[in-house]
């Protein structure tokens, strides 16, 4: 998880960033077999602003690059703008 913070707050600057394992809810699955985790992330980031959902994602997914295919099993992203996580 160490390495997922860094990489988003490097790329993103993010004001506030949670980070769940919810690995150990999967074991057994063909995914967590290789050693990939999976991850609940909620993620606020003034970079979001004006961004569709879909665009937001694909900037988790570029902050975290290879990560994806070697760490990483399955994501739930969840991306706000500081003014939509206020509301």
């Not at 057994?28 to 003034?46: C, K, T, Y």
């Amino acid at each position: 998880m160490r390495m997922i913070r860094e990489r988003l707050s490097a790329a993103l600057s993010p004001t506030s960033l949670n980070i769940e394992d919810d690995s150990h809810r999967h074991a057994g699955h063909a995914g967590a077999r290789d050693g990939r985790g999976h991850f609940n992330l909620v993620i606020v980031s003034a970079a979001f602003q004006d961004k569709k959902l879909i665009e937001r994602h694909r900037m988790v997914y570029e902050a975290l690059g290879d990560a994806m295919q070697t760490d990483i099993h399955a994501l739930s992203i969840k991306a706000y703008s500081p003014e939509e996580a206020i509301s």
